[in-house]
């Protein structure tokens, strides 16, 4: 069914749903009131990670089609820097070995500076998706090497996961003047260096729950050495005060390592469901459950022939269906939000891109994916739209006139 299909038999859902006076909107339908799975995004953002470190923001046609030439560059303030790989070479693709370098919450845009150990707000404009402000100061962080962001738009937090020789997450509040202060490092013992050296045993990603109530930090392991990756999970206190404290995030929380799961890199938090989709660079995707204390299990895995490492994942709201890329193979895996396990073939890129090295960060809006390959140094920086109803890609660009490099890292869209 095509997205038009879906729109009209959504409007006789709402009508329906007006008429028994349901008290919850559908599901389908986003807190403005668009049917998500066929709202085009406006706008993606991805760091340079370049030493000048930048957001660079690419509009999106209506067609759901990016438009490098109206793309423009903005400043962080702050320093990029790539981690090391296993020869001490600085990385890239792959230059922070996270996902979610960026986040967006509402119409403010995070994005860290590994290199200055701190985290940049900017405001995107209203009326132009691709003009953004800094707001107040970069925030400098009480820990080393921040290579992943979340934000709560509902409890007006940010928190980042910070993967050098002080190793950890941190949070502070924020609104419409700034970063306010940064709170103690809740540390990971991880013994990394900074840079760090990996991509085994660094933190991978912070991101909040669906509901905004807990923070998750998914840190790898290192299966060589026994070191067991895991999940984080910190409640948000305080979500209902009005009058004294503010909400913010517990400085303790829980750990799990779920069964099967070794090296947990990106995650999504599934609609409608307590549940999260991981991927596991050492054999590709899996469906956790989290309990009320915080502790994840393993519900499904699915296992990838021939992967490479399977890192980053988008969920489209069209197929509702994770998408899952790997640095090192030209392709996205469909896979199941029920039990990860594989959904038709792999939608392999290589011919329409003329040979991507493989992808990174993705995004998904509408029925568009928008997956980067930020290049080797010998092949440009460049993205590839793929339609996920059809499985077809739709467009490659390179974004090298942008400034971004193989040590581009993190994505987010505005929807
Ligand atoms: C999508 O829209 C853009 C801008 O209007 C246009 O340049 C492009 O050709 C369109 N792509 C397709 C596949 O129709
Ligand atoms: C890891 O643990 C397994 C099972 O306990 C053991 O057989 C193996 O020797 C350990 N490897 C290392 C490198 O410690
Ligand atoms: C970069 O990737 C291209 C295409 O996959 C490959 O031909 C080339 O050898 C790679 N270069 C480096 C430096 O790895």
Same mark, same amino acid.
């Given at each position: 069914? *095509?997205?038009?299909g879906r729109l009209s038999l959504l409007a006789l859902a709402s009508v329906a749903s007006i008429a028994s006076a349901r008290p919850s909107a559908p599901a389908h339908l986003d807190s403005r009131g668009n049917n998500e799975a066929c709202t085009n995004g406006k706008a993606i953002y991805i760091t340079s990670n370049t030493a000048q470190n930048a957001v660079v923001a690419l509009p999106i046609a209506q067609n759901g089609s990016l438009l490098v030439a109206n793309g423009a560059s903005t400043a962080t303030g702050g320093t990029g820097q790539s981690a090391v790989d296993s020869t001490g070479a600085d990385a890239g693709p792959d230059s922070l070995f996270s996902q979610s370098a960026i986040a967006i919450a509402g119409n403010y845009?995070?994005?860290?500076?590994?290199?200055? *150990?701190?985290? =940049?707000?900017? !405001?995107?404009?209203?009326?132009?998706?691709? /003009?953004?402000?800094?707001?107040?100061?970069?925030?400098?962080?009480?820990?080393?090497?921040?290579?992943?962001? $979340?934000?709560?738009?509902?409890? /007006?937090?940010?928190?980042?996961?910070?993967?050098?020789? /002080?190793?950890?997450?941190?949070? !502070?509040?924020?609104?419409?003047?700034?970063?306010? $202060?940064?709170?103690?490092?809740?540390?990971? *013992?991880?013994?990394? +260096?900074?840079?760090?050296?990996?991509?085994?045993?660094?933190?991978?990603?912070?991101?909040?729950?669906?509901?905004?109530?807990?923070?998750? $930090?998914?840190?790898?392991?290192?299966?060589?050495?026994?070191? +067991?990756?895991?999940?984080?999970?910190?409640?948000?206190?305080?979500?209902?005060?009005?009058?004294?404290?503010?909400?913010?995030?517990?400085?303790?929380?829980?750990?799990?390592?779920?069964?099967?799961?070794?090296?947990?890199?990106?995650?999504?938090?599934?609609?409608?469901?307590? *549940?999260?989709?991981?991927?596991?660079?050492?054999?590709?995707?899996?469906?956790?459950?989290?309990?009320?204390?915080?502790?994840?299990?393993?519900?499904? /895995?699915?296992?990838?022939?021939?992967?490479?490492?399977?890192?980053?994942?988008?969920?489209?709201?069209? =197929?509702? +269906?994770?998408?899952?890329?790997?640095?090192?193979?030209?392709?996205?895996?469909?896979?199941?939000?029920?039990? !990860?396990?594989?959904?038709?073939?792999?939608?392999?890129?290589?011919?329409?891109?003329?040979?991507?090295?493989?992808?990174?960060?993705?995004?998904?809006?509408?029925?568009?994916?928008? #997956?980067?390959?930020?290049?080797?140094?010998? +092949?440009? !920086? #460049?993205?590839?739209?793929?339609?996920?109803?059809?499985?077809?890609?739709?467009?490659?660009?390179?974004?090298?006139?942008?400034?971004?490099?193989?040590?581009?890292?993190?994505?987010?869209?505005?929807?």
């Amino acid at each position: 069914m *095509n997205c038009y299909g879906r729109l009209s038999l959504l409007a006789l859902a709402s009508v329906a749903s007006i008429a028994s006076a349901r008290p919850s909107a559908p599901a389908h339908l986003d807190s403005r009131g668009n049917n998500e799975a066929c709202t085009n995004g406006k706008a993606i953002y991805i760091t340079s990670n370049t030493a000048q470190n930048a957001v660079v923001a690419l509009p999106i046609a209506q067609n759901g089609s990016l438009l490098v030439a109206n793309g423009a560059s903005t400043a962080t303030g702050g320093t990029g820097q790539s981690a090391v790989d296993s020869t001490g070479a600085d990385a890239g693709p792959d230059s922070l070995f996270s996902q979610s370098a960026i986040a967006i919450a509402g119409n403010y845009l995070f994005a860290v500076n590994p290199g200055s *150990n701190s985290v =940049t707000m900017l !405001a995107i404009d209203a009326q132009d998706a691709t /003009k953004l402000t800094v707001v107040g100061s970069s925030a400098t962080l009480p820990g080393e090497f921040p290579n992943t962001v $979340a934000a709560s738009d509902k409890y /007006k937090i940010v928190c980042v996961g910070l993967t050098g020789a /002080k190793a950890g997450v941190a949070c !502070a509040p924020y609104s419409s003047s700034g970063i306010g $202060a940064v709170d103690a490092l809740r540390p990971f *013992n991880l013994g990394q +260096t900074t840079p760090p050296a990996g991509p085994l045993n660094t933190v991978s990603q912070v991101f909040f729950s669906g509901d905004e109530t807990t923070l998750y $930090a998914t840190v790898k392991g290192n299966p060589a050495v026994n070191n +067991t990756g895991f999940l984080a999970a910190f409640p948000v206190q305080n979500t209902r005060s009005s009058c004294h404290a503010a909400a913010s995030v517990a400085s303790t929380g829980v750990t799990s390592s779920p069964s099967g799961t070794a090296v947990l890199f990106g995650s999504n938090t599934i609609k409608g469901s307590t *549940n999260l989709f991981v991927t596991d660079a050492s054999f590709g995707g899996a469906v956790l459950s989290v309990d009320s204390a915080g502790k994840a299990s393993t519900v499904g /895995k699915g296992v990838i022939d021939g992967q490479a490492a399977t890192c980053w994942v988008a969920i489209s709201p069209a =197929t509702n +269906t994770a998408f899952v890329t790997d640095v090192g193979v030209d392709r996205l895996i469909e896979m199941s939000l029920t039990d !990860a396990s594989i959904q038709g073939s792999p939608i392999d890129l290589s011919t329409f891109t003329g040979g991507d090295p493989g992808l990174t960060d993705l995004r998904a809006a509408g029925s568009f994916v928008y #997956a980067l390959s930020p290049g080797n140094g010998t +092949t440009d !920086a #460049a993205i590839t739209v793929v339609n996920t109803l059809t499985k077809q890609p739709v467009q490659h660009v390179s974004v090298a006139s942008l400034g971004l490099t193989k040590s581009a890292q993190g994505m987010a869209i505005l929807v």
